[in-house]
């Protein structure tokens, strides 16, 4: 390999003692990517506590086959290099590999047999102290012909940490099932929602509808509905009404929509004779889990609450905290977003933003801290907020993200769930029930962590907005 090129050697260039060599330094990293694509997660690469040979050796070791293949990018790179077809490998491990070693691996000319191109290469890795870690012996097939190609830039690998949610879903498995209604599941995504949360130990579903539609619907998914019960609805509507009915006389301890609009759902459960509602507003959360932000996060309101006033957004930022503090946060951090992070007369976001500081340092607020206005960049990142000046304990550092209006969540959640790989459980609070609202495209993790999240609500008696 040179500069920005590869090039061969054929089987009539080769030479015996003719050699190529190729260095790096492993990393922690290194080692997880290779558990990951393997699915070698052997506790001595990972734990650094596991007790192997009955002692605990404090450092993690790399796998050993890690190392085996940069033999392979040597022989494949630089010698014989592209063209070359592998046969045989032997490979004897002399010495652990551990993090922040230097391996330089090398390959060397033994043998050439012809006909067949055949050629028998010496395999060795040293470490940093010229200590052999691995020798062996490589079996190939060289090129014919020579080779002359543009160096291909190595795929950039990103390692995601394992989902935030496990320990929430760990948790919600570990009880017993509690009763939800499955509210209209007369579409097969709804369908398979019932029998996935089932499925998982999470809820025992009550599926409320018109029950020819939904054992057809059922029949055409390919699933079976034994051992679920069926309360049957002339329609929608009815489904809405019945279900609010169960859960006011706590027949039912879960609210889930199917394939109903949300507006009849929601009006139904806020409708003044429903006996569901609270004296507060009732809200979305997006709690999200996004791979590249070091703990979960909130995005509220991003599909209920269109143009909320100032008092709608006080409810909203109280149901999120509440729902961030039974998540395990102490006293959760919530960043009123604007466009900007100073208060503009001509900007209603940047008002509303500073009222609430004020009403949470006032106590209208509670069980958090509040700051705003402030932009998205300076909520989530601190290099953000010091370039800028921002001295405040939520900047960089944000439990909770209060949007303006529904248009600016409902993006901002679509663009961390799209662009940023993240896993979103939806949840409406602020009702004497949690109701799970997510959509047709969300997928199963989504999905099961929404189903979790409102069990965990259940089962601590901490539902946002029913007084304790």
């Not at 996935?196 to 059922?218: N, Q, Y």
């Not at 004779?273 to 309101?301: C, F, N, Q, W």
């Amino acid at each position: 390999m040179t500069g920005q090129t590869i090039r061969n050697h054929t089987f009539a260039a080769l030479k015996i003692g003719d050699e190529a060599s190729l260095t790096r330094t492993v990393g922690v990293n290194d080692i997880s990517l290779f558990a990951a694509v393997s699915g070698d997660v052997n506790p001595a690469h990972l734990d650094p506590l596991f007790i192997g040979d009955g002692t605990a050796c404090g450092q993690i070791a790399a796998h050993g086959m890690w190392t085996a293949a940069m033999v392979s990018a040597v022989l494949g790179t630089r010698l014989p290099g592209p063209g070359t077809i592998y046969l045989d490998q032997t490979a004897h491990f002399r010495c652990p590999v551990v993090p922040g070693d230097t391996i330089t691996a090398t390959v060397r000319v033994a043998e050439k047999r012809d006909p067949g191109r055949i050629v028998v290469l010496d395999t060795f890795c040293t470490n940093q102290r010229g200590e052999r870690v691995l020798e062996g012996a490589a079996t190939v097939v060289a090129p014919a012909n020579e080779m002359t190609l543009p160096a291909t830039p190595a795929p950039k690998a990103v390692l995601l940490p394992a989902s935030r949610y496990t320990p929430f879903i760990d948790e919600a498995r570990a009880a017993p099932p509690i009763r939800a209604a499955i509210v209209h599941p007369c579409s097969r995504a709804a369908i398979l929602g019932a029998v996935e949360v089932r499925d998982e130990g999470l809820l025992d579903p009550l599926l409320i509808g018109p029950e020819a539609k939904i054992r057809a619907v059922a029949e055409e998914a390919g699933v079976s509905l034994e051992g679920m019960e069926i309360e049957s609805t002339e329609h929608s509507h009815a489904a809405a009404a019945r279900a609010v009915e169960l859960a006011v006389a706590r027949k039912v301890a879960v609210l889930v929509k199917g394939s109903l609009h949300t507006d009849e759902l929601l009006g139904a459960v806020v409708a003044r004779e429903s006996g569901l509602r609270t004296e507060r507003r009732i809200s979305h959360a997006y709690a999200m889990d996004v791979p590249a932000y070091g703990k979960p996060v909130i995005v509220t309101d991003a599909a209920i609450n269109i143009a909320p006033t100032l008092e709608h957004k006080r409810d909203i930022c109280q149901n999120a905290i509440d729902l961030m503090r039974l998540m395990g946060a102490d006293q959760p951090r919530v960043a009123v977003l604007a466009a900007a992070e100073m208060v503009n007369p001509a900007m209603p976001a940047t008002l509303d933003a500073a009222a609430l500081t004020v009403m949470a340092a006032r106590g209208q607020i509670t069980g958090g801290l509040v700051d705003g206005p402030l932009a998205f960049d300076n909520a989530i990142s601190p290099e953000a907020a010091r370039t800028k000046g921002i001295a405040s304990a939520v900047a960089g550092q944000a439990d909770i993200l209060l949007v303006p209006d529904l248009e600016a969540g409902n993006m901002l959640a679509k663009q961390l769930i799209y662009f940023a790989g993240a896993t979103a459980a939806g949840l409406v609070l602020g009702a004497r029930v949690p109701i799970v609202l997510t959509s047709r495209a969300d997928p199963l993790s989504a999905r099961i962590a929404s189903a979790a999240l409102a069990k965990l609500c259940v089962l601590r008696k901490a539902v946002p907005g029913v007084p304790a």
